[in-house]
């Protein structure tokens, strides 16, 4: 994100930025607080939850090392829409909203570059959207399952593993559904052979099998 800055621009960041360390379960910042800053992930893992008024989490996002999150605050005047927590024990850079967008307005890559993480973040807010108002829940998470693969997996003798603590709470909150029907659900696919699951720990076994389930294809196209 902020590599290619010119040297007097990184010294500005460097004299400014605060490296924090997190527990598990802390909070980078929390919904509805004034948007203040702009944080990088520089190791462990972080998730953005939104807390509705009837007092039910529903996760929004999972950020692993070298994202940017509050990128919210470089506009100013801003809250924050949704609570972010570590997932694991975690460190992340803290940079002032006003001096990110100060770096945007003299340096135009920075600028672009920001713009296309929040589009790319907008479009998958609205499948998000479109998911849990039309998609059946089994499609729903297997869909949550690949984005997490995609993103957190790592490739094992087993399958491809989750490098992440992941309870199956959180599982139906970034599913948009219960803790009952997740637990349900988990354990179809582990009988079925689809997943290897461990406490906190899912390992998918057939990857091609959940993309089945989650693009809604016909059985017959999983050989071949």
């Not at 004299?15 to 462990?44: C, M, N, P, W």
């Not at 076994?205 to 999983?222: F, G, R, Y």
């Given at each position: 994100?902020?590599?290619?800055?010119?040297?007097?621009l990184?010294?500005?960041?460097v004299?400014t930025?605060?490296?924090h360390?997190l527990?598990?379960?802390?909070?980078?910042f929390?919904?509805?607080?004034?948007?203040d800053?702009v944080?990088?992930?520089?190791?462990?893992?972080?998730?953005?939850?939104q807390?509705?008024?009837?007092?039910?989490?529903?996760?929004?996002?999972?950020?692993s090392?070298g994202?940017v999150i509050?990128?919210i605050?470089?506009?100013?005047?801003?809250?924050y829409p949704?609570?972010c927590?570590?997932v694991?024990?975690?460190a992340?850079m803290?940079?002032?909203?006003?001096?990110?967008?100060?770096?945007?307005?003299?340096h135009?890559?920075?600028s672009?570059?920001?713009?296309k993480i929040?589009?790319?973040?907008?479009?998958e807010?609205h499948?998000?959207?479109r998911?849990?108002?039309?998609?059946?829940?089994?499609?729903?998470?297997a869909?949550t399952v690949?984005?997490l693969?995609?993103?957190v997996g790592?490739?094992t003798?087993?399958?491809?593993?989750?490098?992440?603590?992941l309870?199956?709470?959180?599982?139906?909150e970034?599913?948009?559904?219960?803790?009952?029907?997740?637990?349900?659900?988990?354990s179809e696919?582990?009988?079925?052979?689809?997943?290897?699951?461990?406490?906190?720990?899912?390992?998918?076994?057939?990857?091609?099998k959940l993309?089945?389930?989650?693009?809604?294809?016909?059985?017959?196209?999983?050989?071949?």
């Amino acid at each position: 994100m902020l590599g290619d800055l010119p040297a007097h621009l990184i010294q500005r960041v460097v004299e400014t930025a605060r490296v924090h360390q997190l527990e598990r379960g802390e909070a980078v910042f929390i919904q509805g607080q004034k948007a203040d800053g702009v944080y990088a992930l520089l190791s462990g893992r972080l998730r953005l939850v939104q807390h509705s008024l009837e007092g039910q989490d529903v996760g929004l996002s999972i950020f692993s090392p070298g994202d940017v999150i509050g990128l919210i605050a470089a506009i100013g005047g801003e809250e924050y829409p949704g609570s972010c927590e570590a997932v694991d024990k975690s460190a992340v850079m803290y940079i002032p909203g006003a001096l990110f967008h100060e770096l945007m307005l003299l340096h135009n890559p920075l600028s672009a570059r920001v713009v296309k993480i929040l589009v790319h973040r907008l479009h998958e807010a609205h499948d998000h959207i479109r998911e849990l108002s039309a998609e059946r829940v089994e499609r729903r998470l297997a869909r949550t399952v690949l984005r997490l693969a995609s993103k957190v997996g790592v490739k094992t003798e087993r399958g491809i593993r989750l490098d992440m603590s992941l309870s199956r709470q959180d599982l139906a909150e970034l599913s948009g559904t219960t803790l009952y029907t997740v637990s349900r659900i988990l354990s179809e696919w582990q009988r079925d052979g689809l997943v290897d699951l461990g406490r906190e720990e899912v390992c998918i076994t057939h990857p091609h099998k959940l993309v089945v389930i989650a693009e809604d294809l016909p059985e017959k196209n999983t050989d071949g």
